[in-house]
C-alpha cells in the first residue's frame, strides 16, 4: 500500500481537480441513479452538496497549512486522495443502484484503500 509520505500528484493542480472532477461525477451519477430509481429528493441532494463543498473546502484548508506549516508529508495531496477515493466509492454506488454492473473486485479493492485510510483495516490484524 502507497505510504503517506510517497503520496504526490504528477502536478499540484491535481490537488484541487482531482477531487472536483470526483465531486462532478458523483453528481452526475447521483442524478442519474435518481432518474432511473425515481427516488428525487431535493433535501437529501442538498445535503449531498453541502457536504461536498465541505470537502472541497478541506481540500484548500489542508493546502494552506501546508503552505503555512513546515510538515514532513503532503496533506493536502492526502486530504485530496482520501476525498478523490470517497467520491469514486460513491460514483460507483451510484452506477450499480442504476442497473449498471459493476466488477465486484474493483469495488472490493476501492473498498479496502478507504478502510486502510481510515485505519479500519481489520484484516492485518
Sequence with gaps: MIELNDLSYSHAYWTFLLPVIGVCADIVTGWIQASVNGTWD???MRKGLYRKSGELLLVVLAWAIGLAVALPVN????????????????????????GIPIPKKLVKMLKKAKDTWEGDDEDES
Excluded at 76 to 91: H, R, T
Design 42 to 44: 431535493s433535501t437529501k
Design 75 to 98: 496533506i493536502a495531496a492526502f486530504v485530496s486522495g482520501y476525498i478523490v477515493i470517497m467520491e469514486l466509492l460513491s460514483v460507483i454506488e451510484n452506477l450499480d443502484q442504476a
